[in-house]
Structure formats: structure tokens, C-alpha cells
């Protein structure tokens, strides 16, 4: 079992950057393939990147696109999502989540995942 800390919310304004890291605070990542989600105000939570447990193989919201980065260092047992030219529709709660693997598959939907952090809040002013 896998216990996940996020952290690296806060407030920026629209076109600034923020990198959110997710930290295994039990066990380690190496098997696990990794996901980030988000929770928009008065929304259900949706899909952001995901990645595999190699980091060989990732895979992107539309939305986000060209402008985020999932990346995972499991030396560090860590998982990043860096995001830049940040916007008010990106504001909500960010959530990481792993799923065990034995193969590079990445997975895109919340129920495909076991394990979740608490999340952290990324706000985005106009």
C-alpha cells in the first residue's frame, strides 16, 4: 500500500507556472503507474496526465496540453506535474493517484486508480 502527499498549490496569475509534486509517504512508486487529476469549482474531478511507472510513456487532457508536463522521479519516489502559462479554467483541486502495474500502461480514468493524495488547491487569477 501507497500513502500520496501532493504539494506545490497556490495562488498565481494567469500565464505564470506552478510545479506540483506528489510524494510517497509510505511505500515506494517504482510499480505504481501515476495519474493527476483535478477538481474544478462546483465540478466533477477529471483527468489530467498520466504517466507510466517507467516514465517511458505519458498521455494528456486536451486541455492541457503543450503546456503541462507529468514527469516522475522514482529515485526521489516523486511524481511532477509541471504547469506553465497557466489559466482561470486550470484553478481547482489537484489530485495524484497510482494504480500498481506490471506492464507501461497508463490510465486515464479515476476508477482505474487505487490509491489517491488529499490533494492540494491551484487557484488562477484573471
Known amino acids: 500500500q501507497v500513502q500520496l502527499v501532493e504539494s506545490g498549490g497556490g495562488l498565481v496569475q494567469a500565464g505564470g507556472s506552478l510545479r506540483l509534486s506528489c510524494s510517497a509517504s509510505?511505500?515506494?512508486?517504482?510499480?505504481?503507474?501515476m495519474g493527476w487529476f483535478r477538481q474544478p469549482p462546483g465540478k466533477e474531478r477529471e483527468f489530467v496526465a498520466a504517466?507510466?511507472?517507467?516514465?517511458?510513456?505519458?498521455y494528456y487532457a486536451d486541455s492541457v496540453k503543450a503546456r503541462f508536463t507529468i514527469s516522475r522521479d522514482n529515485a526521489k519516489n516523486t511524481l511532477y506535474l509541471q504547469m506553465n502559462n497557466l489559466r482561470p479554467d486550470d484553478t481547482g483541486v489537484y489530485y495524484c493517484?497510482?494504480?500498481?502495474?506490471?506492464?507501461?500502461?497508463?490510465?486515464?480514468?479515476?476508477?482505474?486508480?487505487?490509491?489517491w493524495g488529499q490533494g492540494t488547491q491551484v487557484t488562477v487569477s484573471s
Open positions: 504517466i507510466s511507472w517507467s516514465g517511458s510513456t505519458s
Open positions: 493517484a497510482a494504480r500498481m502495474v506490471f506492464d507501461f500502461s497508463v490510465y486515464r480514468t479515476s476508477n482505474e486508480y487505487a490509491y
Open positions: 509510505t511505500g515506494t512508486l517504482r510499480m505504481y503507474a
